[in-house]
C-alpha cells in the first residue's frame, strides 16, 4: 500500500505539468487582454502594464517565470486588478471558507443520501422506497440557484429561525451546506440503491443467508462494503469540485469563498488566478482519487495494490 500511495504522488509531478500547459494555454488562448476595458486604456499604460507583469514576454517565457515561480516558491502570480494583492492572498483568504463549505456540503450529501438509498434498497417498492426515490428526484431536478433563495425565503425571511446570508456562524451555514449539499446527496442516494440493488442478488449474499447469518450482518458485513465501492468512485471528483468553490451558492448567500474570484477572473482575464484556481482544483481532484483507491482496499479485501 505505501508503494502505491509513493507512486501514485510521484504520478500527480507529471500530471499537473500538463495541467499546468494546457490551463496556460487556453487562459491565453482567449480574445482580449487584461487590461481591456469598456473605456480603451491609453496604449502607453497598457505598454507599462504588461511590461511591469511581464506579458510584453515572449509565451514560453511567460510560462517558465508562472510555473517556476509555484514550483520554487509555491507563488502562483500577481493579481492583475489589485496590485497589492497576489494569487497566494486570495487562496489563504478565500479557499479555507470554500473548503469549509465543501466538507459541510459533502458530511450533508454522505450523511442523507446513503441512508436514503440503503432504505430504498431493502424496502424496495414500498412506500420508503417510492419517498426516497421522489426526494432524490427533487434533488436532482432543483438547480442550487433555485433552491437557495427558496430557502431564504422559507427558512429566514418567512419562519426567521436562521439568517438570511453571510458566514462564520453555525447557524449562517446551514442553509448554504444543505443548498449545495442536497443535489450531490440526491446522486449518491440513486447510486447507493442501485448499487445495493445489484449487490444483494449476488450468490454470496444467498449463501450468506443459507449459513445462518441474520439480515443485519448479512447486509452490513456482506453486502453494504461492496456495494459502496460505485459511491467511493464519485466521492472523489464530487468532493474535489465542492471544496475548490462554487459561484451559485456563494453568490446567493453572500459567502467569501473563491466561486466569485474564480468566475470573475475569467471574465476580466486576470489569468495568474485563473490558472492559480485550476492547478488547485486539480490537486484536490488527484488526491481526492488517491483517497478512493485506498478506500477500495478497505471495503473489498480482493483489491491489493503491491
Known amino acids: 500500500m505505501g508503494r502505491y500511495i509513493v507512486r501514485r504522488l510521484l504520478w500527480m509531478i507529471p500530471m499537473l505539468f500538463i495541467v499546468s500547459v494546457i490551463t496556460f494555454a487556453f487562459a491565453h488562448a482567449v480574445p482580449g487582454g487584461p487590461f481591456n476595458r469598456e473605456k480603451p486604456l491609453p496604449a502607453e499604460i497598457i505598454a507599462n502594464l504588461e511590461k511591469y507583469y511581464g506579458l510584453d514576454q515572449p509565451v514560453w517565457k511567460q510560462y517558465v517565470d508562472w510555473f517556476g515561480g509555484i514550483v520554487t516558491r509555491l507563488d502562483f502570480g500577481p ?21 469549509q463549505l465543501g466538507i459541510l456540503a459533502t458530511l450533508i ?100 443467508r443459507a449459513k445462518g447469518l441474520g439480515e443485519r450482518i448479512v447486509m452490513v458485513r456482506h453486502a453494504l462494503k461492496n456495494a459502496l465501492i460505485p459511491v467511493a468512485t464519485i466521492l472523489g471528483p464530487m468532493f474535489a469540485a465542492l471544496i475548490t468553490g462554487t459561484f451559485i451558492v456563494e453568490l446567493i448567500f453572500a459567502i467569501p469563498g473563491m466561486g466569485k474570484y474564480f468566475i470573475t477572473s475569467i471574465t476580466n482575464r486576470d489569468y495568474p488566478v485563473v490558472m492559480g484556481a485550476f492547478m488547485v482544483w486539480a490537486v484536490a481532484l488527484i488526491l481526492a482519487n488517491i483517497a478512493v483507491d485506498i478506500t477500495y482496499a478497505f471495503l473489498d479485501p480482493r483489491i491489493r495494490f503491491d
Open 79 to 99: 493579481v492583475y486588478s489589485s496590485r497589492s494583492r497576489r494569487v497566494n492572498d486570495i487562496f489563504a483568504d478565500h479557499l479555507p471558507v470554500s473548503a
Open 109 to 208: 450529501a454522505v450523511g442523507i443520501g446513503m441512508p436514503l438509498g440503503i432504505l430504498a434498497a431493502l424496502k424496495q417498492n414500498t412506500f420508503w422506497d417510492y419517498l426516497g426515490m421522489a426526494g432524490a428526484i427533487f434533488g436532482v431536478s432543483v438547480p442550487n440557484i433555485v433552491l437557495g433563495p427558496l430557502m431564504i425565503l422559507i427558512f429566514a425571511l418567512t419562519l426567521g429561525w436562521l439568517p438570511v446570508a453571510g458566514w462564520g456562524t453555525p447557524a449562517q451555514m446551514i442553509m448554504p451546506a444543505l443548498a449545495l449539499g442536497t443535489g450531490s446527496a440526491a446522486v449518491i442516494a440513486r447510486l447507493t440503491r442501485a448499487s445495493m440493488l445489484q449487490v444483494i442478488r449476488e450468490d454470496y449474499i444467498r449463501t450468506a
